[in-house]
């Protein structure tokens, strides 16, 4: 399995940082079971005078057996916990 996501990160209008780590964590679930589950620290640089930057990440060589029937479900979302 592959996966990945592709977003932007926006400064508001007192933004002054230039350097963040975005803490975006993939999971999948097979019948609401929770089969795999990793978070990323995602670097993302933002360089003056630009007020935003996208950031991609990309998961790959995921190994979930598909048996036939079940429903899988890949959650992809922030997780700010540690």
């Not at 964590?25 to 620290?41: M, S, W």
């Not at 990440?57 to 979302?77: A, M, R």
């Amino acid at each position: 399995l592959r996966m990945g996501v592709v977003g932007r990160l926006l400064l508001g209008p007192a933004g002054n940082v230039q350097n963040v780590d975005i803490p975006l964590r993939f999971a999948i679930e097979r019948d609401g079971v929770a089969l795999f589950t990793q978070k990323y620290d995602i670097p993302v640089s933002i360089t003056p005078p630009n007020q935003s930057e996208e950031f991609v990440k990309v998961v790959e060589n995921v190994e979930i057996p598909y048996v036939g029937g079940e429903q899988i479900t890949i959650w992809v979302g922030f997780d700010p916990r540690a």
